[in-house]
């Protein structure tokens, strides 16, 4: 199966997150706020663009079946994914608005036009490749972070919810997705979606580090 040696690649980059001082405090629950709001505003947006993919994903969809895997990828993000920012929102004093109209930094900015211009430019199988780190590593992530789980985190509805059934139901959809898609493909297109699947997880790593340092872009803006 395709995403057998994809966990083999990719597992190295993954547990390096575990060790990253934002993934590290918000397993702890001693993550700063500010680093915190920062991270919640920047994912709305990027969980906007994310959900583009999918769209784009159940448009390029070559059977009825792969549509609706698509579509429910894409209700997932909006309403149950997305939901979980907006009750953190909340309880920080943000408002909707406020959220969506958060203006992407160069990183978020960078990874979500990569993961379109797959998507838009490739197959179904280039959709998936695009979101698949996105959706299992936060998952890998929130696993882990539920094996340490901390009397009083804060955080504590951000691993629930990454670590729990709906999410990982989530997940495995995208990873079947994945195995269907490639099923019989010839090795030059699997190392072409292997270079994406291992590109997006370079990008996730970068989006922790923007929001452990509160990165926008690199100059003030006029
Ligand atoms: C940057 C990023 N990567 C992944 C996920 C999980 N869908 C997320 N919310 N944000």
Known sequence: MFTERIWKRVEPIWSSYLEHPFVK???DGSLDEEKFK???KQDYVYLIEYAKLM???SSKARDLKTMGMFSELLHGTLFMEMDLHRKFALEFGISEETLEAT???AVNTAYTSYMLNHAQRGGPEHVVAALLACAWSYNYIGKSLAEQSVE????????EMYSGDDFTELTNSAIELMDQLTAGKPERELAELEEIIVKTSYYEYMFWEMCETLEE???AKG
Do not use: C, F, K
């Open 103 to 105: 203006d992407a930094a």
């Open 217 to 219: 872009w690199p100059v």
């Open 152 to 159: 009083g985190n804060r955080y504590a509805q951000w691993i």
């Open 38 to 40: 920062h991270w919640l």
């Open 55 to 57: 769209a784009i994903g």
């Open 25 to 27: 405090g918000l397993g």
